[in-house]
């Protein structure tokens, strides 16, 4: 099963309903509910959901509870920020200037240290630049992508066309 750390920015996108990124939110929190896909995110998370974007103003306290309800179900794996989170945020920030934001630190370690598959995020260039550059625990790298959105629904999921059998065979 993938697992998929979310970063604040995409919290904010699935409870915001922002155009053009609340599609590839919810498709993951749907498959996520499926049981097909793991959401990771920092208890850090908590309280960095409370700031605005550039686009938006405070979240305001019901949307607070929309996003503390997302955080208790099962499908999402909340982790906490201990010793070596910490650790690991202090270094990342040090080995690459370009992260700039401690929160942004915290997010790419918490996920480095879990060996999740892919960090997903809609920051612009400081975590996208270190796509499959930092190696996990496992010595993998991390993949730090911006998520899909969901496919077109005329475009289907079947690998292959389905053919119905020509007079009621098999070949």
């Known amino acids: 099963m993938p697992n998929y750390y979310w970063d604040a920015c995409m919290w904010i996108a699935l409870i915001q309903r922002e155009p053009g990124r609340f599609e590839a939110c919810q498709h993951i929190i749907e498959r996520a509910q499926r049981g097909e896909v793991k959401v990771w995110t920092s208890a850090f998370t908590l309280a960095e959901v409370y700031?605005?974007?550039?686009?938006?103003?405070?979240?305001?306290?019901?949307n607070?509870?929309?996003?503390?309800?997302?955080?208790?179900?099962?499908?999402?794996?909340?982790?906490?920020?201990?010793?070596?989170?910490?650790?690991?945020a202090r270094r990342l920030l040090r080995k690459h200037p370009s992260i700039r934001k401690p929160q942004d630190a915290i997010h790419i370690a918490t996920a480095l240290l879990n060996n999740v598959d892919e960090l997903h995020t809609f920051d612009r260039g400081d975590m996208l630049a270190l796509d499959e550059?930092?190696?996990?625990?496992?010595?993998?790298?991390?993949?730090?992508?911006?998520?899909?959105?969901?496919?077109?629904p005329d475009e289907g999921t079947?690998?292959?066309?389905?053919?119905?059998?020509r007079n009621g065979t098999n070949n």
Do not use: C, W
């Open 51 to 62: 700031k605005p974007n550039k686009d938006s103003d405070v979240l305001s306290a019901s």
């Open 64 to 88: 607070d509870e929309a996003f503390e309800d997302y955080i208790e179900q099962d499908f999402v794996v909340s982790v906490q920020v201990d010793m070596d989170v910490g650790v690991a």
């Open 133 to 152: 550059l930092l190696p996990r625990a496992d010595g993998k790298k991390l993949k730090i992508v911006t998520p899909q959105p969901p496919p077109h």
């Open 158 to 165: 079947l690998l292959e066309p389905l053919i119905p059998p």
